[in-house]
Structures are given as C-alpha cells and as structure tokens.
C-alpha cells in the first residue's frame, strides 16, 4: 500500500499548496461537507438448506454444500448524501419482484434509510436460490409440483442480513476520506455466448462450459474484457473495495452441489490478501457473457478460473488511484417495461402451461412469468439507481442485461468510469438487444419476460439517470 499512502499525501500536498499559493483564484470554493463520509460494512450467510430448489427449480436441489454462499454489503452515509445508500451483493441467481421489495425494505430499515437507496443485486451464481414469492405463492396455489424457493427460507436469510446490517451501523463506523478506482483486463476469461461458425452462421450457443472445438476456437465477440476496481479509504487505509466483472459466474453447476463458484473463490483471496477490508464482488452485464471459450466444464478449471479472476482485480485495485471524496449524489429513475405477448408467453399462455405442463420446471418458468405480469399490472416500475461518487458512477440495471448496456453507459459518460451492475430487480429475465432479438438468439426460447422494447426502456433509462449533473 505504499503507492497508495504516497498518492494520497502527495494529492493532498499539492491541494493545500495550490490552495495558499493562488489565495482562493481558482474560482468558487468547493462547498465542504457538513457530515464526515463513514462506510459500514456487513456479511450474512445465505447458504440455502439441503433439499431447497437452485436456479428456480430448473437444476438438480441442494445436496450438499460445497463452500457458503454471502450476502455482503457496504453503506455509505454522511458527507452530501440525504440518507444512506447501501450496496448488497447476494450469492444467489436472483432476486426477483416481491422478494427484492422485501430485501430492500428490511436492509433499508436496518441501516435508516428508503428502500429505493439499497442497491441490491445478486451475483447469479446457478447453484443458488432463485426467490419469486409470488411464483412461489402461485404454485402452491395451484398445487403444482415445482418450487421456485422456499419461502420460510427466504425470510430467515432477509432477517439474518437484516440483522447484520443493523449491527454494523451501530459500530464504531469507518471514516472515509478518499475514493479511486481501477481497471485491469481479466486474461481468458470472458466470451460472447454468441460466435461466427466456419461456415458464417451465427450460434448463440457458447455456454459457461462448452466443449464445441469450433466455439471454443471462434474468437470472444463483443465482451467488455475488464475488471473495475472502487476503493474507499480512510488517509492512507484501505477500508472498502468493490470488483466488478461482466461474466456468468459459473465453472460448472447443476450436480446440487451448492457453491459462490470461481466469482466467490476469488472475492476469498483477495479477502485473505487484503485482511480487514470488506470486498464485495458485483457481476456486470454478463447476460450474454459466459467462459465457454475458456472451460469445458472440468471441474478442475474452477480454481484456474478463479485465479484469473483475482489476478485481474488485484491488477484494478492497485491501479486505483484515491482521490479525495469531496460529493457524491444519488439517482433513481423509474422504468416502465411491456410484457413479452409473443406465443407461448401471454397471460393465457401461460395459466395453460401451469395447468397442464407435467414439467416442473415449465411450471416454475409459467409460474413467474405470472408473477411479473401482475407486478406490471399494479403499475410497479422498476427501479433503476446511479450512485455517482465523482471519480466513478455506479449504475444498477435490472434483470440478466446482456454486455451492450455496459458498454452503452461507459459511452454515456466518457468523462468518468461507469461501473454498470446487473441482477437488481430480475423479475424481467434476459433483457438483450432488438438485434439479438432479430437473430433470434437462442437463449430467449425461455427465460425472457419482456416485450421488444426493452432495449428501448432501458437505453433512455440509462441516458437519464448517466446524464451529468447540470
């Protein structure tokens, strides 16, 4: 941390002689905050029991428990910020409609703030829960066979994080003075689920782990290759960071053999080489990013692939360099989407396939397809929030958005680094491009419960709430 106490002093230096040497002629002085910044920070065990559904019902149950799984956040108050906002990163695959309400109102109550300031997202690790409370509620309604969670479950872990976050905000907080951030490329790591065959046709088949000779030689496609590193500091001390990277975050899943995967194997080592600092890994626009280029599925690439990982955000967090925290501002813009009304997915449609579908998974896919089509009903928006630190902007986009939207919000704001979160609200499902669409992607046969315009929705969402404070 050398570099780090160095940059600080000497930013700090040169501010306080600038400041004496020019009397005050460099224009208005900076409005000094009436608050100190402090960051709290908190981790809760998520780990769902032996028996409980992964991936919606869509994968093999909990047999067994390879490493836990975490819920860890970081609320920063003080300073310009109204009220606290909080950061939740959940290493479970989503948290969708009516549970990602009941999340955010239990931390935001735990840390004194409004639930529309809890920046929650899930890390969408497959062999992990999915919670939906009302497709859950609709198919035991309609005493379907399919799970999609289990709801006593799913209140125990809310209050476990509830609670932890409610202790941390009564600590002693941690003062902060400075904020950075960092960029590393991560090597062999990331490709497009889409590639180009020999013979010129398109495929949108390169999953997390692919064996294909021809996907696996096709060349990574449209990804964003890097690792974003936010720090936060207290002088010369490290105190926070968060890492973020567009990626699914799965080696191999699916055997019920619940694990945070190569994501959580690499957030573990650079807790251990970093001790006392919180760090919170938060998955990108990875919707249509997996690391089917780079693993076949062997399990023995989860720790290669995880070593990738951490080498690239330790590469982040080094380049990061802190500069003092002077403002940060907070922005929630509300995004109306339409549902997806083609065959196969209308309300009809799908109160047929939870009657007469023997397939429980079809069940738990029509049971929430159900779920978010009453939540637009009841004129529910989806919330889309932005968090601007100065030196970067954190934006968290709803739904499994694919790459495109990263890239969209780093062009938004050249001006700063953009760090664009997905898996908040992810009642939407796949959220992908009109020219995707057009392509017809095999990846939207299911697990997509929005109309054709959500490009649309979520471009001009993404352009108000980026736009530069006037």
Known sequence: MNEHRT???????????AAVALGGSRGPARAEPSRPWELATFSADVTPPV??????????????????LEAIGVVLRGGTLEKPVAIVAVDWCEIRNDAYDRWREAVAKAVGTEPGRVMLSAVHQHDAPIADLEAERILEREGCAGRVCNLAFHELAVGRVARAAEKAMKAPPRRVTHVGVGRA????????????????????????????????????????????????????EPVACLSHYAIHPMSYYGRGEVSADFVGMARRARAKAMPGVAQVYLSGCGGDVTAGKYNDGDPANRPELARRLEAAMALAWHSARPTPLESASYRVEPLTFTPRDDEGFTEADLKERLKDDSKPFHQCLAAMGLSWRARLAAGRPVDLPALDLGPAALVLCPGETYVAFQLLAQKLRPDKPVVAIAYGDAATGYIPTADRIAEKDSNLRDWCWVGPDAEAVLTKGLEAVLRPAT
């Open 7 to 17: 940059s600080i002093r000497r930013r700090d230096a040169l501010a306080a002689f």
């Open 185 to 236: 490329k991560a090597e062999r790591l990331g490709s497009s689920r889409r590639y180009e065959r020999t013979d010129g046709s398109i495929s949108h088949d390169r999953t997390s782990a692919t064996k294909s000779p021809v996907a696996r030689e096709a060349d990574e496609g449209s990804i964003d290759p890097f690792v974003t590193a936010v720090g936060f500091w207290d002088g010369d």
């Open 51 to 68: 028996g409980h559904p992964c991936m919606g019902g869509g994968i093999e149950p909990v047999k067994r428990v390879a490493d836990p």
